[in-house]
């Protein structure tokens, strides 16, 4: 079987596959906050007893906390089955959930800027990942369509398009192409670090 769950957003998302790649269960909350709290009974709920052989852990961009629990737990996780870890896009993952055939995909990151990628279809990559100002993103990012967290912000600074409300959804996770479900299970923030190392004088 497989796990997959996804806390870089304000979701709490996760599914369980069987070994046809059918999803048997999933379980989706926006919780905002908490997700250190509110991940580990999410999968227990989900997994009434049952034990993956292949855990998906999403590696954002997004929460700086939020991946961290979600990548954290997975590592444990998949120690305990012996089982095989994996990482998969938290951007292509919000993008699987819509069914457009061009679609942006922006999530508030900090600073004021935003994480954008850009998808055809099947969330298959039309662009890179960026981290940019709204008014940059404005101009990055093509598609009528925008999802997520930053959706609202990319589309009035762009003044057209049409800005959906949307969270990731673990129960797309095997939508994702192999490349972007095969990452290594560890952070993609996506942009420097604030914290710089001191020059010598």
């Known amino acids: 079987m497989i796990l997959a769950f996804d806390t870089s957003s304000a979701a709490c998302t996760a599914a369980l596959f069987d070994e046809s790649g059918e999803c048997v269960a999933r379980r989706d909350e926006v919780i905002g906050r908490g997700h250190s709290e509110r991940l580990v009974p999410t999968l227990d709920e989900l997994l009434e007893g049952r034990k993956a052989d292949h855990i998906l852990v999403g590696v954002g961009p997004g929460s700086f906390t939020g ?11 998949a120690i305990g089955w012996d089982a ?10 919000l993008a699987a959930g819509a069914h457009e055939s061009e679609i942006g995909a922006a999530i508030l990151g900090g600073h004021g800027e935003l994480f954008v990628q850009q998808f ?8 890179e990942l960026r981290n940019l100002a709204p008014s940059d993103a404005a101009a990055f990012v093509s598609a009528q369509v925008v999802v997520g967290s ?14 959906r409300d949307q969270w990731p959804s673990a129960a797309d996770a095997l939508k994702l192409p192999i490349a972007l479900r095969s990452m290594p299970a560890k952070p993609v923030y996506a942009r420097a670090p604030d914290a710089r190392v001191r020059e010598a004088a």
Not at 120 to 127: E, R, T
Not at 150 to 163: I, M, S
């Open 67 to 77: 991946i961290r629990v979600a990548i954290a737990a997975a590592h444990g996780l």
């Open 84 to 93: 095989e870890l994996s990482g998969m896009s938290s951007l292509a993952l």
């Open 120 to 127: 055809h279809a099947g969330a298959v990559p039309a662009s």
């Open 150 to 163: 930053g959706a609202r912000q990319l589309v009035e600074a762009r003044g057209w398009g049409e800005a």
